[in-house]
Nanobody, 123 residues
Framework: QVQLVESSGDSVQAGGSLRLSCRAS?????MGWFRQAPGKEREGVAS????????SYADSVKGRFTLSQDKGKNTVYLQMDSLKPEDTAMYYC???????????????????WGQGTQVTVSS
């Protein structure tokens, strides 16, 4: 199965920037980032189709976060700018090798998950 290795998180001041990386040990159809704050539901942050390069973002991070990939290294990068305290969460990298039909659209099935990395943004 695919193994995912995430970079370590960090603690930064509001308005600062961080970059997270996630490397996959094998082929993936899609890769994405999720986050979960204490007492809250897990939410999708950003995703990329590794073949087409097409990306999508949650409204809460659109314009501030950028997801990119290095296909040769099977690695994705999440550049996080203009960070806010509300971005504080455990961030999880995820990868999928298949997809499913949901609400008339094909969406990834995330079969593999990283260990999680903590991002803390102070005010």
């Amino acid at each position: 199965q695919v193994q995912l290795v995430e970079s370590s998180g960090d603690s930064v001041q509001a308005g600062g920037s961080l970059r997270l990386s996630c490397r996959a040990s094998g082929y993936t159809y899609s890769m994405g980032w999720f986050r979960q704050a204490p007492g809250k539901e897990r939410e999708g942050v950003a995703s990329i189709c590794t073949g087409s390069g097409s990306t999508s973002y949650a409204d809460s991070v659109k314009g501030r976060f950028t997801l990119s990939q290095d296909k040769g290294k099977n690695t994705v990068y999440l550049q996080m700018d203009s960070l806010k305290p509300e971005d504080t969460a455990m961030y999880y990298c995820a990868a999928g090798v298949s997809e499913k039909l949901e609400r008339g659209d094909l969406v990834p099935i995330y079969d593999y998950w990283g260990q999680g990395t903590q991002v803390t943004v102070s005010s």
